[in-house]
T-cell receptor, first 116, second 117 residues
């Protein structure tokens, strides 16, 4: 079974600075998808960024980018120019690319605080 | 695009009653929907996966007779908590997977807070 580990329960960053959230995973599969979701105080889960394992290029979405290291099974999220609205719980998630196996496996989350 | 709604957003009920939660994909057809439960300050726990027109697949340890799931159309899935008890109090979240582009991505509803007295 796949597992996802987020080793940082809490992180904080000064507004406008850059922060990196770490995520590692364990799998024997070669094809899969990785996601970062954000859960603000409203508790609405919001997709931040996604990465296909077969793509070597790291995904980017505006101020959000990932460092995907397939061999190391690492998938960190970098948030540049942090804003107050980025304060939330961040969950890393894994999904197999195998047909019929659509479950998301979540990490335990990292609570990000933005310091004004 | 990819908006998922849930209704109600919060519900309070008496012990022994049943509660139905609806999950709708508003702007896409969802071939598969998922139901999660989240305890305070914890991650999401998958309860079941439902495909339109077929029986839901429940995760180990989830009572299928307690948590009834119906996926009657490509835009609607319902979760009914039968004979609710205080230990069923939790935050329930649904998600939906679209067909076509980005079909590997799940889009989440805003969640339903259930309190059983």
């Amino acid at each position: 079974a796949q597992t996802v580990t987020q080793s940082q329960p809490e992180m904080s960053v000064q507004e406008a600075e850059t922060v990196t959230l770490s995520c590692t995973y364990d799998t024997s599969e070669s094809d899969y998808y990785l996601f970062w979701y954000k859960q603000p105080p409203s508790r609405q889960m919001i997709l931040v960024i996604r990465q296909e394992a077969y793509k070597q290029q790291n995904a980017t979405e505006n101020r959000f980018s990932v460092n995907f290291q397939k061999a190391a099974k690492s998938f960190s999220l970098k948030i540049s120019d942090s804003q107050l609205g980025d304060a939330a719980m961040y969950f890393c998630a894994y999904r197999s690319a195998t047909f019929g196996n659509e479950k998301l496996t979540f990490g335990t989350g990292t609570r990000l605080t933005i310091i004004p | 695009g990819a908006v998922v709604s849930q209704h109600p957003s919060r519900v309070i009920c008496k012990s022994g009653t049943s509660v139905k939660i609806e999950c709708r994909s508003l702007d896409f057809q969802a071939t598969t929907m998922f139901w999660y439960r989240q305890f305070p300050k914890k991650s999401l726990m998958l309860m079941a996966t439902s495909n339109e027109g077929s029986k839901a697949t429940y995760e180990q340890g989830v009572e299928k007779d307690k948590f009834l799931i119906n996926h009657a159309s490509l835009t609607l899935s319902t979760l009914t908590v039968t004979s609710a008890h205080p230990e069923d109090s939790s935050f329930y979240i649904c998600s939906a997977r679209r067909s076509g582009p980005l079909q590997e991505t799940q889009y989440f509803g805003p969640g339903t807070r259930l309190l059983v007295l």
